[in-house]
């Protein structure tokens, strides 16, 4: 956990750098008040985030495995505690989630507004800003169209208040180009990111986790007072589907808070155009992200099987609880098994 939370305090850093001087000569970044890197207000709530996340992924795996179990009325007694306790903290979290998430867009909004901007894909500044849970084409500020809006609602997560104002893209890269601090840095004068990204990816960790969460009600309906419905296709296969939804929310967010900061790599600091190594090659480059993706892909496959294995064997039936005993033959022939 305190690593995980180093690893966020670094990346809340390169979106909002602080407690740190600039060396005149060498111009590297000195750190001169850890404190102020590892407690600020960005690196805490992203904190809060990424555990409720963790959590609403493990919530909905327990409770979909549970599922699993329930309707081929294997060991029942078992599982169905398992699905209502996965139920339970996949709810829990997924409004921790929610709560943290507001809070954390607000921060955003203060720190990157652009980000905001390009995550619903508003290029004027607008007030009363809606948000558009769904658009049809390529979000370049002219050709999208708002199939689903729900009025206010941007400016409410950007600020609190639904008259409030949101900048728009146009308005903030002539902000930022006419800036002396940004333009006098290396990479170029384009201050837009990937809008169709930073769009698609805002709403599919919104919309997902939202799903997750939804999908927890449903089970807790289904199961209360003892019930242990046997029919529904439908409800099987969703809860088969559903144990990716989290995980897809957790990866869709990742890739909206890296490329949503775009073109920065530290943001009002240095340009990502500008740290890009000249002593490393394209091509080495490209053989490091082949390795890590075959080292992870196999990880994955085995952490997988694995997984599945388990699953399949289900809960012990009997846990001893007799102290182990090395000398006893009768301790040689036993399967081993653990438990929480």
Request: net charge negative; glycine share 8%; hydrophobic share 50%.
């Amino acid at each position: 956990m305190f690593s995980a939370y180093f690893i966020l305090a670094a990346n809340a850093w390169m979106q909002h750098p602080v407690g740190f001087d600039l060396d005149p000569t060498t111009g590297r970044a000195v750190l001169t008040d850890i404190g102020a890197v590892l407690f600020q207000n960005t690196a805490v709530i992203a904190f809060l985030h990424t555990m409720a996340a963790s959590f609403l992924v493990s919530g909905t795996a327990v409770a979909a495995v549970g599922v699993a179990f329930l309707m081929k009325e294997r060991q029942v007694e078992i599982f169905r505690p398992a699905v209502m306790a996965g139920a339970v903290v996949t709810l829990v979290a997924g409004a921790l989630v929610a709560v943290t998430g507001d809070m954390d867009a607000k921060i955003m909004v203060q720190q990157q507004p652009m980000k905001m901007a390009a995550a619903e894909g508003l290029y004027q500044t607008t007030a009363d800003a809606p948000f558009s849970v769904l658009s049809i084409g390529d979000l370049s500020g002219t050709q999208a169209t708002r199939v689903i809006e729900i009025p206010g609602l941007l400016s409410w997560l950007s600020t609190g208040s639904f008259g409030s104002q949101v900048q728009g893209i146009d308005n903030l890269q002539a902000q930022y180009a006419a800036d002396p601090q940004y333009s006098a840095l290396p990479g170029g004068d384009d201050y837009i990111p990937y809008v169709p990204v930073a769009y698609w990816g805002f709403r599919l960790m919104i919309g997902l986790g939202m799903i997750a969460a939804a999908w927890a009600i449903w089970t807790l309906w289904r199961y209360r007072r003892g019930r242990n419905p046997l029919s529904g296709r439908v409800f099987r296969v969703i809860s088969y589907v559903i144990v990716l939804g989290p995980l897809m929310a957790m990866s869709a967010g990742w890739i909206f808070t890296e490329m949503g900061r775009q073109p920065w790599i530290v943001f009002g600091q240095q340009k990502t155009a500008a740290a890009v190594s000249s002593s490393v090659s394209s091509g080495e480059v490209l053989v490091s992200l082949i390795g890590f993706t075959l080292v992870y892909a196999a990880l994955a496959v085995v952490e997988v099987a694995l997984l599945l294995r388990y699953i399949k064997q289900g809960a012990p039936e009997q846990v001893s609880t007799e102290p182990y005993d090395r000398n006893s033959s009768a301790d040689t022939d036993k399967q081993l098994e653990f438990a929480y």
